[in-house]
C-alpha cells in the first residue's frame, strides 16, 4: 500500500471516530440533526427566492436548464435508438 492510500485510510478512520463521539450523544445527534434540516430548508427557500427573481428579471432559472438538459438527453436517447434501427435495416 503506497503512503497516499496509508493517509486516506488513517484520514477516513479519524473522521469515522470523530463522527462517532460527535453523534453518541443523543442531545447532541438531535441537536445536529435540526440544525442540517435547517439549512436545508434554508437553502430551499434561497433556491425558491433565487428562481423567483431570475423570472422577474427575465432571465431563464436554473430549472429551465435542467428541463431543457433532460429533453436534450431524451432526444439524444432516441436519436441514438433510430440511428440503430436505420443501420439494421440498411444492413438487410
Not at 435540526?34 to 439549512?39: F, K
Amino acid at each position: 500500500m503506497g503512503i497516499r492510500q496509508s493517509l486516506k485510510k488513517q484520514a477516513l478512520g479519524v473522521s469515522q471516530k470523530a463522527v462517532e463521539k460527535l453523534l453518541a450523544d443523543e442531545k447532541r445527534a438531535m441537536a445536529l440533526a435540526q440544525a442540517l434540516g435547517s439549512v436545508q430548508r434554508g437553502k430551499q427557500a434561497l433556491d425558491r427566492s433565487q428562481e423567483e427573481l431570475m423570472r422577474v428579471l427575465n432571465f431563464a432559472p436554473r430549472s429551465d436548464f435542467k428541463a431543457v438538459g433532460k429533453k436534450l438527453s431524451g432526444l439524444k436517447r432516441r436519436l441514438r435508438e433510430l440511428d440503430e434501427k436505420l443501420e439494421e435495416i440498411a444492413r438487410e
